[in-house]
C-alpha cells in the first residue's frame, strides 16, 4: 500500500534557498585569483545563482547539457554548482592537474558545450584550444577589468551576471536527473565518469552532517582545501549551507603558510583535505609555535593519515577525523568520528581508533567477498574486497558499459579496489588498494601499515612501500623515502624500528633514498608512477645472480 | 538525463540496522507498566524487531496490513514500530486517551488486523469490545507472569517472540510504502487519519536533526514525554537511534516528580513535551530547588510555550526550544534553535526570538495566503492562512476524498488551519489558529498573544481565551483563569497588567475563575469543550438587556 504523503523531488537548489532564508547571514569568504580576499552572504549568493540561470537560458543551456568547469574554489565555482545544476544542467567540475591528453578526452567524452575557467587556467585551455571541439563555448570566471588578452574567444562572467534577474523559477526535476560529472584521475586507462543526481547529491549532503557531527556547527566556518574540482569538494558545497556554515575558499594557494594565514585571519574551525597538506600545515604551526585562531577540527581524507601526524594535530587540540570515500561514492562512505562508547577510553585508544577509516555513514553499506565474490564476516579481522551499495554510490560510470561492468557485481554493488576489513560496528579498516597489497608468498602486506610505521621514524619526511617482482615469495615490499632532514638511517635501523609492528618477512627487503615522491592530480603518492619509475630496480636477493 | 546513481529505498529499518552496528552500546531504558526499569541495547532491540516480523509473518500479516497499538513510551512499542514497517505492514498507534467512539471508529476505519496492547488498556479494551470487529486478534505487551485475567482472547507477546530467529531478510519495499498511521484527535467530524510512508518518515529524520542540532549529540539521552501514541512522538523512535542516542521512555507517570526522578537517575539530556507536562515539571523543580542531573536541553512543542516558561528554564540553565507541526506534517515543520546571528544577542531578544514557532526544517517549505488563496509577503508582519509543503506533509487523508479536497489547495498544499506570519528569515510566527481567532469589529485578536500576557501574572496558573458572541463587534476575548493560589484579582487588575502589549479593545471584556481547564487527548487546552460549556454565557454588555 503507498502512502498518503506528498511526494516533493529532492533539488539542490533546496540547499542554498533555505541557507538564504535561515542562516542569511552566513555565506562564503573567497581567497580569490585575482588577489583579493571576498565575502559575499548566502542571500546574495542565491541572487546571482540566479542571474546565472537566466544567463545560461539565453546561451541556450538545455537540461541534461554538460556545463564544464576548470576553477579553484571559489564563490563563483560555488555559483557554477548551483546555477547549472538548478536549471537541469550538469555541472561538470574538471581537474587541472591530469594530462592534456586526459583533459581533451574528458572534455570530448563528456561533450561538454560551454567551459568556465578561472583566469589561472587561460595558458592551459590556450593549450589545450587546438585538441577541443570547435563549437565548445569558453566563460572567463572574473570581471571586465580582469579579462585577459588571450586567443580564446571567451565571454566574462561577471558582464555576463549583470543585469540579470535576481529570482528564477527553478523547475521540478525528477530528483533522479543528472546534476554533476566528475571523472576519477584513473591510475589506468581513460578516466572515467561517475554522474550525480540530485538525489545523490542532496541525501550524501543530509547523511554527512549526521555522522561527521564534529565539524558542523550553524555559525562556524568550514573550509575546503579539497577541491571543488574533485569529487565537490567531500560535499562541503552543499553540507556547509545545509547546516548554516559559512565557506572559507582558499583559491589557489594551499601551502602551509598561505593556508594559516587565511585560516587565523578568518577563525576556520573546521578544515577538511589530503594529508600532504596538512603536513605543510603542521611545519608552519611548529614555525609559528600556535595553531591558528579558532582552529579546532580536521577532516583528513584522500589517502590515509599517518599516525604521527593525527597525534601532532591532537597534541594540539585539534580533534581530527579521517573520512574515507572514492569519486564513485559522492564521496564519503566512513566517518572518523569516535562512537560515545571511545568516550572516556584512554588517549592512545582513541589515537589508535582514529587511524581507521572508522564508520559507514547512515546510507552505505559495506560488504566485504572473497575472490569468489562470497561475503565474508564483519569480524574486524577478516580481510577481503570491498563493495559498496547507497543511494550516493554510482550504478556504473557515465556512458562506458565496459568500465561499468568490471566495476558492479552480479548484485548491483560497486566494487571499491580496496582491500578492507569491516567491524561488527561497522568499522572499517582499509589494508590497502588491492593493487597496492604486497603479496608475499602467497600472503598480503599491507603497504600502508609499513608507510605509516616508517612514517613514525623522525628521520622519514615521506615515505612510499612499492612491490618488486621476487622469483621465491612472487612480490617483496621495498622501502622509498623522502629524508626528513641530513640522516639517512640504514635499513637495518629502519626494521629495528618497525620490527614491534610486524612480523619479520613483512618487513621491507630494501630502503632507497628518493628526492621527492610523485603526487596524483588529486595530492595522493602515485604508486603508478613509482612502479613505472623503479621498473628496472633489482631485488637484493638477485643482485648476486646477476653479479 | 537521468543520473548515473544506485536507487535504494529509503527504509525506516536501516535506521535502526545502522544504531546497532555503529552506536551499539546505546539503546532504550524504559520505565514499564510492569513497574520496573527495563534496559536494552540497539543490537537487542533490532534482534527482537526481527523476532517480531517472525511472529507478523506467522500471523498472517502481510504488506500493507493496518496493525494498531494501545501503548505508553516503552521499548515493545518502539519495537512495533519497527517491525510492523520492517516487514511492510502500517504500524497504526492508537491514542488510549479518545472518546470510546473515536476509538471504535479509528479502529474500524483503519481496518486493523491486530492489536497490540500494554497491560494499563486491558480495561479500555475490554469496554470497546462489542463494538469491535469480530476478527480483530490481540496481543497484550508484557511477559507470561504478568498476563492478566480478562475476557479478551489475547497472545502474550513475550510468549510469541520467544524462541524466534533473530535475523529477519528485511524486504526492499519502494519508499512511498505506508509504514506509519495516525490520526488526529480532531475537534470536528471524525477523527482523520495521516498515512506516513517509508520515504516521509526516513526524510523526517534526517530533516530533524539537521536543524533542531541543540537536542541531538550521540552518547546523550533523550526522552520522549510526547507519547508514541501520538505522531510518532516527534520523530524521536527515528532521530534518536539516527544519531545514536539512548532514548528513555518513561511509560505512564507523567507527573512533574515521577519526571525528575527518572530523569535525574538517568541523567537525561534533551526533554520533548507539551507545556503541561513541562509545567508540572517546573514545579517539581521549584519544590527540589534544582534540577535534574545532566538536564541541558527541552523541547516544547503541541502548543505554544509561555514566555514565562521559557524564561524559568532558560534561568535554570536548561535551553529551550519551540518545535511547530502538526500529525499531518510527520509531525515537525520548524525549530526554535536560535540562528547563529542571535548568538550575542541580550537575553531578552533571545528570550523573544525563542517565544515564536522558529524557522522551517530543510525540507519544509511554508506559504501564507489571503482568504481567496493569493500568496502574502514573508515579510515578518503580513498574516495569512499558513500552506505547507514538503516530502513529510500528507498528500491527503487515509481514505478520506472530502477530507482531503477541504485540507489541500489547488497547487497541491496542505492547508494547516493556522494563522501566521513568516519572517524573510523563514521564521514562523502563529498567530493562532484559525478557529481560535477572536474576531472583532472586523480585526483579528490573538488568543494566544492575550494568554500568554495573562500568564506573567503571578496569580494566574493557567488559563484560555476564548471568543463569545457579540452584537456589534461580532465577538470579544473573554479569558478563563485557573487561580495559582487564593489570590483571585479583578478584571481590571489584569487588564491593567496586560495593557502594556496590547491595544484597549483587545483586551478580554470579562475574567472567569475556573477549577481546571479541559485538555484535549494530546494534553492541549481544549476551546472546543471550553466554547462548549461556555455556551450559555452572556456578554456583560447584554446583561443589562436581560435584567
Redesign the interface.
Known amino acids: ?8 523531488p ?1 533539488r539542490i537548489i ?2 542554498l534557498t ?1 541557507a538564504a ?6 555565506g562564503i569568504v573567497s581567497a580569490r585569483v585575482e588577489g583579493d580576499l571576498h565575502r559575499q552572504g548566502y542571500p546574495e549568493t542565491l541572487a546571482r545563482v540566479a542571474q546565472l540561470a537566466h544567463v545560461l537560458e539565453a546561451l541556450g543551456v538545455g ?2 547539457d554538460r556545463i564544464g568547469t576548470l576553477a579553484w574554489n571559489g564563490h563563483r565555482h560555488f555559483e557554477l554548482y548551483y546555477g547549472v545544476s538548478g536549471i537541469g544542467a ?1 555541472c561538470h567540475t574538471i581537474n587541472p592537474r591530469l594530462s592534456h591528453e586526459q583533459l581533451v578526452y574528458i572534455i570530448r567524452h563528456a561533450g561538454d558545450r560551454l567551459l568556465f575557467l578561472d583566469l589561472t587556467f587561460v595558458p592551459l585551455v590556450e593549450a589545450l584550444l587546438p585538441d577541443l571541439p570547435r563549437d565548445l563555448r569558453f566563460v572567463i570566471l572574473t570581471d571586465r577589468a580582469h579579462m585577459p588578452e588571450t586567443g580564446i574567444n571567451a565571454l566574462c562572467y561577471e558582464d555576463l551576471l549583470a543585469g540579470q534577474p535576481t529570482q528564477y523559477p527553478w523547475p521540478d526535476l ?1 530528483e ?4 554533476g560529472l566528475c571523472y576519477t584521475s584513473g591510475t589506468t586507462g581513460h578516466p572515467k ?8 547529491t542532496v541525501l550524501h549532503a ?2 554527512v ?2 555522522s561527521q ?1 564534529s565539524s558542523f ?3 562556524g566556518r568550514v573550509m575546503p582545501v579539497v577541491p571543488l574540482f574533485h569529487v565537490n569538494a567531500w560535499g562541503l558545497p552543499y553540507t556547509a549551507p ?3 556554515m559559512t565557506l572559507v575558499m582558499p583559491g589557489p594557494d594551499l601551502d602551509g603558510s598561505s593556508l594559516f594565514r587565511l585560516m587565523d585571519r578568518e577563525r576556520v574551525f573546521s578544515a577538511w583535505g589530503v594529508p600532504t597538506v596538512w603536513a605543510g600545515l603542521l611545519a608552519e604551526i611548529e614555525a609559528q609555535g600556535r595553531i591558528p585562531q579558532g582552529f579546532g577540527d580536521l577532516v583528513v581524507g584522500g589517502s590515509a593519515a599517518p599516525r604521527v601526524m593525527i597525534e601532532a594535530y591532537e597534541a594540539r587540540g585539534v580533534n581530527v577525523a579521517q573520512a574515507w570515500g572514492m569519486t564513485e561514492m ?1 564521496p564519503i562512505g566512513s566517518h572518523g ?1 569516535l ?3 571511545l ?1 572516556t577510553a584512554p588517549e592512545a585508544e582513541r589515537i589508535a581508533a582514529k587511524c581507521c577509516a572508522g ?2 555513514v ?2 552505505v553499506e559495506f560488504k566485504i567477498v572473497d575472490e569468489a565474490g562470497h561475503r565474508l564476516p564483519h569480524d574486524g579481522e577478516t580481510t577481503g574486497e570491498l563493495y559498496v ?10 556512458d562506458n558499459p565496459e568500465a561499468s561492468a568490471a566495476a558492479m557485481d552480479a548484485d ?1 554493488w ?1 566494487g571499491t579496489g580496496d582491500v578492507a576489513s569491516v567491524g ?3 568499522r572499517l579498516i582499509i589494508r590497502d588498494r588491492s593493487k597496492d597489497l604486497v603479496k608475499s608468498g602467497g600472503e598480503w602486506i599491507s603497504s600502508i601499515d609499513l608507510e605509516n610505521a616508517a612514517l613514525s621514524h623522525p628521520a622519514i619526511h615521506a615515505c612510499a612501500v612499492i612491490a618488486v617482482p621476487h622469483p621465491r615469495w612472487d612480490e617483496r615490499p621495498v622501502l622509498l623515502a623522502v629524508a626528513a632532514g641530513e640522516a639517512q638511517p640504514a635499513l637495518d635501523d629502519l626494521r629495528a624500528h618497525m620490527a614491534p609492528h610486524f612480523a619479520e618477512w613483512q618487513l621491507p627487503d630494501d630502503l632507497l633514498w628518493v628526492e621527492d615522491l610523485p603526487l596524483t592530480a588529486t595530492g595522493k603518492v602515485s604508486k603508478l608512477t613509482l612502479r613505472e619509475r623503479f621498473r628496472d630496480y633489482t631485488h637484493p636477493d638477485l643482485r648476486g645472480a646477476e653479479a
Do not use: K
Not at 532564508?21 to 552566513?26: A, L, N, S
Not at 533522479?176 to 546534476?179: F, V
Not at 565518469?193 to 545523490?200: E, F
Open positions: 500500500m503507498q502512502g498518503g504523503m506528498m511526494h516533493r529532492l533546496d540547499i533555505h532564508e535561515v542562516t542569511g547571514d552566513q537540461q541534461g550538469v525528477p533522479d536527473s543528472a546534476s565518469g561517475a554522474l550525480y543526481s540530485h538525489r545523490s543530509m547523511q552532517p549526521l557531527t556547527r550553524a555559525g545545509l547546516t548554516g559522492s568520528v562512537p560515545p562508547a568516550d564508520h559507514r547512515f546510507g551499495r547507497g543511494n550516493t554510490v554510482i550504478a556504473g560510470y557515465f548491483g560497486f561488527p560496528d561497522a
